[in-house]
């Protein structure tokens, strides 16, 4: 991937400015009381675990447990097509009556969990939620993830997932990547990947708390290092030292935040307020705009990391999820797409 180094803090970014919106709740009247209760569940119970759990190989297998173990949550009124790739495979989830014909527009949904875990059973209500809300198909990919391989063979998979899309009907300006956590950094590696690589861009790129940079030092700085009820920044760090190294030396090109980003489409982040992932939204919204990409940030107030993916029947997740519906219809256009980093 090519890259600029650029290690500035988001206070030292030229004058363009992403759209920064702060939300409150679902009505602006602060968090719905099922936001509280999910909040309440992660600060008691769920951040108890992640701050004990070890980042080593026995604990990377089990966690990759995870996506099987969730093959209960149920995901009604779709149908899904398998799609064998090579290493890999993804499905293809359609709500009732949506035509099999991706010219009309597609999703491709990169699924997060530290590189590490979840896959197409975790996310499968989020993704049929997109579906029916978009009403367009939208190709989940179940990447290969550490310790089977590093990032950027995460990052191929993807690149791999999107290139079958081309090949298969769909059209680069009626594609928009969507991911959330490890998910979105995958969503702006493959674009930046696809960059470089002179394939045709999608026409729009979201990112669901995304993880943006795996050098942590600053995070561990951050306010929200001791805020969030979820992620941890010791494990961050150490999935980054694991993924990312090369002969030891964290690879800095390998972060989206340090991309060649002026090719790419306007962009569309969620954050939590208080998760510390907020430091990547934050950062990578100001450094898309200053590359002059369209870019929108809207920060949740009392919400957890990824919110719309634990619970997406959540007041403030359908929110999220109509935002998101929006973005895609809007970028879902013939000639409104990037063509080989060129604006169509």
Same mark, same amino acid.
């Given at each position: 991937? %090519?890259?600029?180094?650029?290690?500035? %803090?988001?206070?030292?970014?030229?004058?363009?400015?992403?759209?920064?919106?702060?939300?409150? +709740?679902?009505?602006?009247?602060?968090?719905?009381?099922? $936001?509280?209760?999910?909040?309440?569940?992660?600060?008691?119970?769920?951040?108890?675990?992640? %701050?004990?759990?070890?980042?080593?190989? $026995?604990?990377?297998?089990?966690?990759?447990?995870? @996506? %099987?173990?969730?093959? &209960?949550?149920?995901?009604?009124?779709?149908?899904?097509?398998?799609?064998? !790739?090579?290493?890999?495979?993804?499905?293809?989830?359609?709500?009732?009556?949506?035509?099999?014909?991706?010219?009309?527009?597609?999703?491709?949904?990169?699924?997060?969990?530290?590189?590490?875990?979840?896959?197409?059973? /975790?996310?499968?209500?989020?993704?049929?939620?997109?579906?029916?809300?978009?009403?367009?198909?939208?190709?989940?990919?179940?990447?290969?993830?550490?310790?089977?391989?590093?990032?950027?063979?995460?990052?191929?998979?993807? !690149?791999?997932?999107?290139?079958? !899309?081309?090949?298969?009907?769909?059209?680069?300006?009626? /594609?928009?990547?969507?991911? @959330?956590?490890?998910? +979105?950094?995958?969503?702006?590696?493959?674009?930046?990947?696809?960059?470089?690589?002179?394939?045709?861009?999608?026409? +729009?790129?979201?990112?669901?708390?995304?993880?943006?940079?795996?050098?942590?030092?600053?995070?561990?700085?951050?306010?929200?290092?001791?805020?969030?009820?979820?992620?941890?920044? @010791? #494990?961050?760090?150490?999935?980054?030292? !694991?993924?990312? =190294?090369?002969?030891?030396?964290?690879?800095? #090109?390998?972060?989206?935040?340090?991309?060649?980003?002026?090719?790419?489409?306007?962009?569309?982040? &969620?954050?939590?307020?208080?998760?510390?992932?907020?430091?990547?939204? =934050?950062?990578?919204?100001?450094?898309?705009?200053?590359?002059?990409?369209?870019? /929108?940030?809207?920060?949740?107030?009392?919400?957890?990391?990824? &919110?719309?993916?634990?619970?997406?029947?959540?007041?403030?997740?359908?929110?999220?999820?109509?935002?998101?519906?929006?973005?895609?219809?809007?970028?879902?256009?013939?000639?409104?797409?990037?063509?080989? +980093?060129? /604006? #169509?």
């Amino acid at each position: 991937m %090519k890259s600029v180094p650029n290690h500035r %803090k988001p206070s030292e970014q030229p004058s363009g400015k992403p759209n920064i919106q702060y939300r409150s +709740g679902a009505r602006l009247a602060g968090p719905s009381v099922e $936001s509280q209760i999910l909040y309440s569940a992660f600060r008691w119970f769920v951040r108890p675990v992640a %701050k004990i759990a070890p980042i080593n190989d $026995s604990a990377i297998r089990g966690a990759a447990l995870l @996506d %099987k173990a969730a093959v &209960f949550r149920p995901a009604s009124g779709v149908s899904r097509q398998r799609v064998r !790739l090579p290493g890999f495979d993804a499905e293809i989830v359609r709500a009732a009556n949506v035509s099999p014909d991706l010219s009309n527009g597609v999703v491709l949904y990169i699924h997060g969990g530290g590189f590490v875990s979840c896959g197409l059973n /975790t996310h499968r209500p989020v993704v049929a939620t997109i579906a029916k809300l978009t009403g367009l198909p939208v190709m989940h990919v179940r990447y290969r993830q550490l310790p089977d391989t590093n990032i950027s063979g995460s990052v191929e998979d993807c !690149l791999t997932a999107y290139k079958w !899309l081309l090949e298969n009907g769909a059209r680069a300006d009626g /594609t928009v990547f969507v991911g @959330d956590s490890a998910g +979105g950094f995958l969503v702006f590696a493959t674009a930046l990947t696809a960059s470089a690589e002179g394939v045709d861009l999608p026409a +729009g790129l979201v990112g669901l708390s995304p993880l943006l940079d795996l050098d942590c030092a600053d995070k561990f700085e951050h306010a929200n290092a001791t805020r969030d009820v979820f992620a941890q920044v @010791d #494990a961050i760090a150490a999935i980054g030292r !694991l993924g990312g =190294e090369v002969n030891g030396v964290l690879d800095h #090109a390998l972060s989206p935040v340090n991309g060649n980003l002026e090719a790419l489409p306007p962009s569309l982040l &969620f954050a939590a307020e208080g998760e510390v992932l907020r430091w990547d939204s =934050e950062l990578m919204a100001d450094r898309l705009s200053a590359a002059g990409v369209p870019t /929108t940030l809207q920060i949740w107030e009392g919400q957890v990391h990824a &919110f719309p993916v634990f619970w997406p029947g959540l007041p403030e997740s359908r929110v999220v999820l109509r935002r998101i519906a929006r973005f895609v219809e809007t970028h879902v256009q013939p000639g409104h797409g990037i063509v080989r +980093g060129k /604006t #169509a």
